[in-house]
């Protein structure tokens, strides 16, 4: 019932940028939370930046004063602005949202994952 889909990853060079998309498809009640998550081979999965429904937001410590999240809520779509990328920034993106579901039901959704490469 409810998807995420997300774009924008790609190979870059060090020093470059790239913007990551991510959008819900499907109807949704309520959004409490929005997010961007990455895993690199063989790390865990780390949070990235995510975004509440208060515009809070909050950043991983190595990405921080680089990336920046930014949503469109009445498109219920969010992004992140990935500036002066790094090699270590090299992992698999995926969105993700905290939302109440048509229904009633609250869970947590993931977006299918983004590749971002980033070379020396």
């Not at 865990?44 to 950043?59: C, D, K, M």
Request: charged share 15%; glycine share 16%; hydrophobic share 35%.
């Amino acid at each position: 019932q409810v998807q995420l889909v997300e774009s924008g990853g790609g190979l870059v060079q060090a020093g470059g940028s790239l913007r990551l998309s991510c959008g819900i498809s499907g109807s949704v009640l309520s959004v409490n939370a929005l997010g961007w998550y990455r895993q690199a081979p063989g790390k865990r999965r780390e949070l990235v930046a995510n975004i509440t429904s208060g515009g809070r937001t909050n950043y991983g410590d190595g990405v921080k004063g680089r990336f920046t999240i930014s949503a469109d809520n009445a498109k219920n779509t969010w992004y992140l602005q990935m500036n002066n990328l790094k090699p270590e920034d090299t992992a698999v993106y995926y969105c993700d949202t905290e939302v109440r579901a048509i229904g009633g039901y609250l869970g947590v959704f993931w977006g299918q994952g983004t590749q971002v490469t980033v070379s020396s």
